[in-house]
């Protein structure tokens, strides 16, 4: 992959919203007791072979990264759609993900897995396009260097705790679709049913990497072509 200057999404932050705040993706042990982890991150992550409907329904995700420079540890954590259509092939790898549930799910995407690239700790947070799998998880460097600003010290090269997949550039969105917007529908949609009723850019807002069920990516992907509410 070519070089980077910044590291992707999972940038710790202290700008937050009530729903727009990346996981603290921490790279200490867990027994060091730095922070503490809310329930949905302390959740594991289990694959079930014997649910086909569960797998089924895990295709298609959100990634959030930040369009807005921000130093950490001397390094740029923006990343916004248009550093990654700049790059060499459109494609780069998705690293520096520090939150277990995150990796979790970066494991189980597959080649060809589309997601939303969303805009996340910057003045108007939302999808800005949307981009494709192309490699799958695999051991993320940025664990080991002790210059990157997501180097884990007790992460080891026979052990490896972080992963990363590779991303590819598809398309920008037809227009942003803004958070404010997403979370009107959100409600509307948990009052009276609807896809984005339990969508997990709301239920579990601070991981940065988020599956979405068809019917949630369909109706976000719908929003392109109608009027903003």
């Not at 992959?1 to 940038?11: D, G, H, I, V």
């Not at 092939?89 to 969303?118: E, H, I, L, P």
């Not at 942003?176 to 807002?205: N, V």
Request: glycine letters at 4%; one cysteine or more.
């Amino acid at each position: 992959m070519p070089p980077k200057k910044t590291t992707r999404s999972s940038a710790r932050s202290n700008k937050q919203t009530d729903v727009d705040v990346n996981e603290s993706e921490v790279a200490a042990p867990l027994q060091t007791g730095k922070r503490k982890r809310s329930s949905a991150v302390k959740t594991k992550v289990e694959k079930n072979d014997k649910d086909e409907t569960c797998k089924a329904s895990y295709c298609h995700w959100l990634m959030k990264s930040e369009p807005e420079s921000r130093i950490e540890n001397g390094v740029d954590m923006k990343f916004g759609i248009e550093d990654l259509k700049a790059l060499p092939n459109q494609t780069g790898c998705w690293d520096g993900v520090r939150n277990y549930q995150a990796r979790n799910f970066m494991r189980d995407m597959k080649v060809g897995q589309q997601s939303f690239f969303y805009h996340s700790n910057c003045k108007e947070p939302g999808i800005a396009g949307l981009m494709k799998i192309v490699k799958e998880a695999y051991v993320d460097h940025t664990q080991f260097d002790k210059k990157d600003a997501h180097y884990d010290p007790s992460s080891k090269p026979d052990n490896p705790k972080w992963s990363m997949v590779d991303v590819q550039f598809e398309r920008m969105a037809k227009r942003f679709i803004p958070l404010s917007e997403l979370k009107k529908y959100h409600l509307q949609h948990k009052a009276k049913g609807g896809p984005l009723k339990d969508m997990a850019l709301f239920t579990r807002a601070r991981l940065s990497v988020q599956p979405l069920t068809a019917e949630e990516f369909d109706f976000v992907l719908s929003l392109e072509n109608t009027d903003p509410i």
